[in-house]
């Protein structure tokens, strides 16, 4: 394994919550950020949420207040909780760590 991994996606309805896990087996942190991205079909990818490399950690607007980043429970793991999910939080969502990206995971919001 050279690249994060990333799981937790999957079918949710609207208002519940998903946690997503991302596995940093090289540990790609210690010379980078971390951050998440979603791509819903048909739009650009975007950034959801970061740490960058000093530690500072931002939201998107439309997650801000939703969405939380943090250190994973397991050693050089890293997560996104994800609050009070909408139909447009729909996407696949990728992990990034340093310049290294996993291969994304699908979340659907639907009822």
């Known amino acids: 394994q050279v690249q994060p991994v990333e799981s937790g996606g999957g079918l949710v309805q609207p208002g519940g919550s998903l946690r997503l896990s991302c596995e940093d087996s090289k540990n790609n942190f210690e010379f980078g950020s971390v951050a998440w991205y979603r791509q819903a079909p048909g739009k650009q990818r975007e950034l959801a949420a970061e740490?960058?490399?000093?530690?500072?950690?931002t939201y998107a607007d439309s997650v801000k207040g939703r969405f939380t980043i943090s250190r994973g429970n397991a050693k050089n793991t890293w997560s996104l909780e994800m609050n009070d999910l909408k139909p447009a939080d729909t996407a696949v969502y990728y992990c990034?760590?340093?310049?290294?990206w996993g291969q994304g995971t699908q979340v659907t919001v639907s009822a």
């Open positions: 990034k760590i340093a310049t290294c």
């Open positions: 740490i960058s490399w000093t530690g500072r950690i």
